[in-house]
């Protein structure tokens, strides 16, 4: 069974940062995507930044700019650094595993929540 194990969510103020982190099997990692979705109260879950077994990332406009994604294949985990936090960037986060013609994976989610 695959898993997605997420870390790092929490509370945060305004202008703060978080980390969070993703760990998965080598067998997933070394050949999906990996990316972070979010999900806030009362909207659908959407991609916040996706980045390719090869190491090219994409990220959605709101938060281009102030997060940025990154894949360690030492220890087969995605990280999703998160600088200059907003109150619109409160959601549950969650990890993503997809490849083309395979099954897509999801983390538990994570929340984070920015709030003075």
């Known amino acids: 069974q695959v898993q997605l194990v997420e870390s790092g969510g929490g509370l945060v103020q305004p202008g703060g940062s978080l980390r969070l982190s993703c760990a998965t099997s080598?067998?997933?990692?070394?050949?999906?995507?990996m990316g972070w979705y979010r999900q806030a109260p009362g909207k659908q879950r959407v991609l916040v930044a996706i980045i390719s077994n090869a190491g090219m990332a994409n990220y959605a406009d709101s938060v281009k700019g102030r997060f940025t994604i990154s894949r360690d294949y030492a220890k087969n985990t995605v990280y999703l650094q998160m600088n200059s936090l907003k109150p619109e960037d409160t959601a549950v986060y969650y990890c993503n595993a997809e490849r083309w013609g395979s099954s897509t994976y999801w983390g538990q989610g994570t929340q984070v929540t920015v709030s003075s």
């Open positions: 080598r067998t997933i990692f070394s050949i999906y995507d």
